[in-house]
């Protein structure tokens, strides 16, 4: 069964902190996708990355960076998150950016 | 930088009702849009995508799509309370999905 896996689920940091947020795709997509969901909202799209090593930003990417060094995996790194980071994040990818998007289940960051 | 609008904000629709939702880009580049549900606590499930002027239909729901307003419109129709959820248009300009804000849609038994 083709999927976004994210991990973890979810986490508590402490404001300061570092977060690593992991997600891994098996359908050899080409693009992925961080977003944020605050409560009640819409998707706010953080970065997007082409391919290994191809990564350009969104709308919202202060305060984050990225990393794919495989096409199957995607990381969002947090440098000394801040309160305001306390959200859900959704990992998405797709075969190219023209093509439909599958979304991992997301991870539910607390930061304290 | 991309603006999608959706309304309403929330709906309400008794059950077997008609719910229809609203959604407009600002970006003249888009040209493809998706509906999708998202409910509480889960992540989003594509519904149906549009690229086509015209209406667009399964089962119980039908898009609509006019590319020179860059309006799209979800409708259900015999809603049923398992459609009670967050709707989420998204639409495409390039590789960049930008998503509305959502219309949270309640359907009474």
């Known amino acids: 069964d083709m999927k976004v896996t994210q991990m973890p689920r979810y986490l508590i940091k402490r404001m300061g902190e570092n977060v690593l947020l992991e997600c891994g795709q098996d359908?050899?997509?080409?693009?992925m996708y961080w977003y944020r969901q605050d409560p009640g909202l819409g998707l706010q799209l953080i970065y997007i990355s082409y391919d290994v090593d191809s990564n350009s930003e969104g709308d919202i990417p202060k305060g984050y960076r990225v990393s794919r060094k495989k096409r199957e995996h995607f990381s969002l790194i947090l440098d000394s998150a801040k309160t305001n980071q306390t959200s859900v994040y959704f990992c998405?990818?797709?075969?190219?950016?023209?093509?439909?998007?599958?979304f991992g289940s997301g991870t539910r960051l607390l930061v304290i | 930088q991309q603006k999608v609008q959706q309304s309403p904000e929330s709906l309400i629709v008794p059950e077997g009702g008609m719910a229809s939702l609203n959604c407009t880009s600002s970006?003249?580049?888009?040209?493809y849009f998706w509906w999708y549900r998202q409910h509480s606590g889960k992540s989003p499930k594509m519904l149906m995508s549009i690229f086509s002027n015209g209406e667009k239909e399964e089962g119980r729901f039908t898009v609509h799509l006019n590319k020179a307003s860059l309006h799209t419109s979800l409708h259900i129709r015999d809603s049923q309370p398992s459609d009670s959820a967050l709707y989420l248009c998204?639409?495409?300009?390039?590789?960049?999905?930008?998503f509305g804000g959502g219309t949270r849609l309640t359907v009474r038994p």
């Open positions: 998204a639409a495409r300009a390039g590789a960049k999905l930008t």
């Open positions: 998405a990818s797709s075969l190219s950016g023209h093509s439909d998007y599958t």
């Open positions: 359908m050899s997509h080409e693009t």
């Open positions: 970006d003249r580049n888009v040209d």
